[in-house]
């Protein structure tokens, strides 16, 4: 099916509240206009669930709501969404593009080459985005003023709806338009996104909208202080390519075969397959849309691990569930994972595959959720373990709890998992402090990583990054890493 193009809360509630706040709380009349949804659309509802609503049964329910989305499906549908209080989530950021490859509204193409030399701002939109259409003075009135910049502006409308918005609104940026693969490629899923590329292209920042309210003036000074700071800012580092030349490769036993390995029934020859095994077909990279995915089988126990250690980060990568399970978990979830902050020897840990860890789970329904790997430990604010779960969960305001040893799974503060499609994974890790986020949304806050030696505890502090192989087809993409200076300060408060 097409692919829906969604308006998160992060980029539209602000002018819906504004709009609104004239006439008291917001009115789906008042909505319609701060989202521009033409006159005579259809507009459908929806509960903060999914689950479809009246006019009348939204309407009651607004005063309630922390955010509001619209949707607007590919078909010119649009849909006018509830959201759940504290589902603030924070744009997954943008890492990498794929080539360039474009055609401006005057017919000539757009290609990497023609960007080279200067920093380049990109801005993504489309016509119907009122965030979009409010930002367009400021990028003007920026673009005047800083001529020692690039600018491009994309769009998946057509070559006419986009001539037709120019031409209303006076924008002053190259257009690109019908360039909805190359967005889906990229990554952009919520209008309006703009990035900052370097001069050899690399991404050095990307977010979603920003503050128009206040005036031309405050706008283009907020837009100067975000593009000072990230082009100080170090580039994201790509760490997955066709030869996957950044990891090596450990395999232990194949799935059917491990249980046995586990538990000491296994034949006395029976040995881990080993390091960069010849011929291994386990992890493999394809080209998709200008991009390098990673296909991992997962029939064979094992990892992809970096060749190089990381200390105060931030990771990101994209995953997608394949089709296929293995023994032992034919019947059970599927499941990956990350492992950070790795060291020693391969094999240390109950499922004898990987080294010495922490791990951002990946599995269905339970991303972002914490394993202990052997004597790794962290400390999670967590409540006990309810009735019918099985660790206990992380709550921001609930007190600090050991995890490590016996107490060594702590479950996601919610399920923030979206079936069949992308899902975006960061990792922000300072000093022995870390924080998973899943889709924009924290899910939990680990503090002083350590591990066990003898018996002395050892802050951990770094170390190398793990992918896993666990008995399910899965696909990463857009696996990238930059360092950080400190805790960025809406995940510092966690740890306070």
Same mark, same amino acid.
């Given at each position: 099916?097409?692919r829906?193009?969604?308006?998160p809360?992060i980029?539209?509630?602000l002018?819906?509240?504004?709009?609104?706040?004239?006439?008291?709380s917001?009115?789906?009349a008042?909505?319609?206009?701060?989202?521009?949804?033409?006159?005579?659309?259809k507009v459908a509802?929806q509960?903060?669930?999914?689950?479809?609503?009246?006019?009348?049964e939204?309407?009651?329910?607004?005063?309630?709501?922390a955010?509001?989305? $619209?949707?607007?499906?590919?078909e010119?549908?649009?849909t006018l969404a509830l959201?759940?209080?504290?589902?603030?989530?924070?744009?997954?950021?943008?890492?990498?593009?794929?080539?360039?490859?474009?055609?401006?509204l005057?017919?000539?193409r757009?290609?990497?080459?023609d960007?080279?030399?200067k920093p380049?701002?990109v801005?993504?939109?489309?016509a119907d985005?009122?965030?979009?259409?409010?930002e367009?003075?400021?990028?003007?009135?920026?673009?005047?003023?800083?001529?020692?910049?690039n600018?491009?502006?994309?769009?998946?409308?057509?070559?006419?709806t986009?001539q037709?918005?120019v031409?209303?609104?006076?924008?002053e940026w190259?257009?690109?338009?019908?360039?909805?693969?190359?967005?889906?490629?990229?990554g952009?899923t919520?209008y309006?996104?703009y990035?900052?590329?370097?001069k050899s292209?690399?991404?050095l920042?990307?977010?979603?909208?920003f503050?128009t309210?206040?005036?031309e003036?405050?706008?283009v000074?907020?837009?100067?202080?975000?593009?000072?700071?990230?082009l100080?800012?170090?580039?994201?580092?790509?760490?997955?390519?066709?030869?996957?030349?950044k990891?090596?490769?450990?395999?232990?036993?194949?799935?059917?075969?491990?249980?046995?390995?586990?538990?000491?029934t296994?034949?006395?020859?029976?040995?881990?397959?080993?390091l960069?095994?010849?011929?291994?077909?386990?992890?493999?990279v394809?080209?998709q849309d200008?991009?390098?995915?990673?296909r991992?089988?997962?029939?064979?126990y094992g990892?992809l691990?970096?060749?190089?250690?990381f200390?105060?980060y931030?990771f990101?990568?994209?995953?997608?569930?394949?089709?296929?399970?293995?023994?032992?978990r034919?019947?059970?979830l599927k499941?990956s994972g990350?492992?950070?902050?790795?060291?020693g020897?391969?094999?240390v840990?109950y499922?004898?595959?990987?080294a010495?860890?922490?791990?951002?789970?990946?599995?269905e329904?339970?991303?972002?959720?914490y394993?202990?790997?052997?004597?790794?430990?962290?400390?999670?604010?967590?409540?006990?373990?309810?009735?019918?779960?099985?660790?206990?969960?992380?709550?921001?305001?609930?007190?600090?709890?050991?995890?490590?040893?016996?107490?060594?799974h702590a479950?996601a503060?919610?399920?923030?998992?979206?079936?069949?499609?992308?899902?975006?994974i960061?990792?922000?890790c300072?000093?022995?402090?870390?924080v998973?986020?899943?889709?924009?949304?924290?899910?939990m806050? $680990?503090a002083?990583?350590?591990?066990?030696?003898g018996?002395?505890?050892v802050?951990?502090?770094g170390?190398?990054?793990?992918?896993q192989s666990?008995?399910?087809?899965?696909f990463?993409?857009?696996i990238?890493?930059?360092?950080?200076?400190?805790?960025?300060?809406?995940y510092?408060?966690?740890?306070?």
């Amino acid at each position: 099916m097409p692919r829906s193009r969604v308006l998160p809360a992060i980029a539209c509630f602000l002018f819906a509240c504004a709009a609104a706040s004239a006439a008291g709380s917001p009115t789906v009349a008042s909505l319609r206009e701060a989202f521009r949804v033409p006159a005579d659309a259809k507009v459908a509802f929806q509960s903060e669930d999914g689950a479809p609503l009246s006019e009348a049964e939204f309407s009651k329910r607004l005063g309630s709501a922390a955010n509001i989305q $619209l949707i607007k499906g590919p078909e010119g549908t649009y849909t006018l969404a509830l959201a759940k209080p504290g589902e603030f989530r924070k744009a997954t950021p943008i890492t990498s593009l794929p080539r360039i490859d474009l055609t401006g509204l005057d017919g000539k193409r757009i290609r990497d080459a023609d960007l080279a030399g200067k920093p380049t701002l990109v801005s993504f939109f489309f016509a119907d985005c009122a965030p979009c259409i409010r930002e367009v003075p400021a990028f003007n009135a920026f673009r005047r003023k800083h001529p020692e910049y690039n600018y491009l502006a994309v769009t998946f409308d057509d070559t006419k709806t986009a001539q037709g918005f120019v031409k209303k609104h006076s924008l002053e940026w190259p257009v690109a338009a019908n360039a909805q693969g190359f967005m889906t490629a990229a990554g952009v899923t919520a209008y309006p996104t703009y990035l900052l590329l370097s001069k050899s292209g690399a991404v050095l920042g990307s977010e979603n909208g920003f503050d128009t309210t206040k005036g031309e003036a405050e706008a283009v000074a907020s837009l100067e202080k975000w593009v000072g700071e990230h082009l100080r800012a170090p580039p994201w580092q790509t760490l997955l390519d066709a030869k996957l030349s950044k990891f090596d490769v450990y395999l232990s036993y194949r799935g059917d075969q491990i249980m046995g390995v586990i538990k000491g029934t296994a034949p006395a020859s029976s040995k881990p397959i080993g390091l960069n095994p010849r011929g291994q077909s386990v992890f493999s990279v394809s080209e998709q849309d200008g991009k390098p995915v990673l296909r991992i089988t997962g029939e064979i126990y094992g990892c992809l691990s970096t060749k190089q250690s990381f200390q105060d980060y931030h990771f990101v990568a994209q995953f997608k569930w394949g089709e296929k399970k293995w023994p032992p978990r034919l019947t059970e979830l599927k499941d990956s994972g990350i492992l950070y902050h790795s060291r020693g020897p391969f094999g240390v840990e109950y499922w004898k595959s990987w080294a010495l860890s922490q791990e951002f789970q990946v599995i269905e329904h339970g991303i972002g959720e914490y394993w202990s790997q052997a004597t790794s430990g962290f400390d999670i604010r967590a409540n006990p373990k309810k009735p019918g779960e099985e660790a206990p969960r992380w709550d921001p305001k609930a007190p600090w709890m050991a995890f490590g040893g016996s107490n060594n799974h702590a479950l996601a503060g919610s399920d923030e998992d979206k079936p069949g499609r992308w899902n975006t994974i960061e990792l922000v890790c300072m000093k022995d402090d870390c924080v998973h986020v899943v889709n924009g949304k924290v899910v939990m806050a $680990l503090a002083n990583a350590r591990f066990k030696e003898g018996d002395a505890v050892v802050p951990m502090t770094g170390g190398s990054l793990q992918i896993q192989s666990e008995a399910a087809e899965v696909f990463y993409r857009d696996i990238a890493i930059r360092p950080l200076k400190a805790m960025p300060a809406e995940y510092a408060a966690y740890f306070k």
